[in-house]
């Protein structure tokens, strides 16, 4: 499943934020906090939005413990890059990898 640059943002705070401490509960404020210290200023209404519809499409679990809600990311980065990369390939490749690759070599310019 491909992502748009603010869900991966949100992703990519999810995944630092749990390699810290796996078991430990996400809030959208963590997010928010996460992301603001990385020079990403998002308002948190918009950050929640966000994190709704990722858990709508099932990349993040929302739960409640007391009166809050926190979330944890149903699949890994290396899981999601997967995913991105077989929807790619069968998007634009004809789900070949082979092809994939040769179209990456030659229109990627290495510094």
Excluded: H, P
């Amino acid at each position: 499943m491909l992502c748009g640059k603010l869900e991966i943002d949100i992703l990519n705070s999810f995944w630092k934020l749990s390699a810290e401490n796996e078991d430990r509960d996400i809030s959208i404020q963590d997010v928010v906090n996460d992301m603001s210290a990385n020079g990403i200023e998002r308002a948190y209404t918009t950050i929640k939005t966000v994190m709704d519809r990722l858990t709508v499409k099932s990349i993040l679990v929302r739960y409640k413990s007391g009166k809050k809600f926190f979330y944890k990311a149903a699949m890994s980065k290396d899981e999601m890059a997967s995913e991105a990369v077989k929807t790619v390939s069968e998007q634009y490749f004809d789900g070949s990898y082979v092809d994939m690759i040769r179209f990456i070599e030659k229109n990627t310019q290495l510094v």
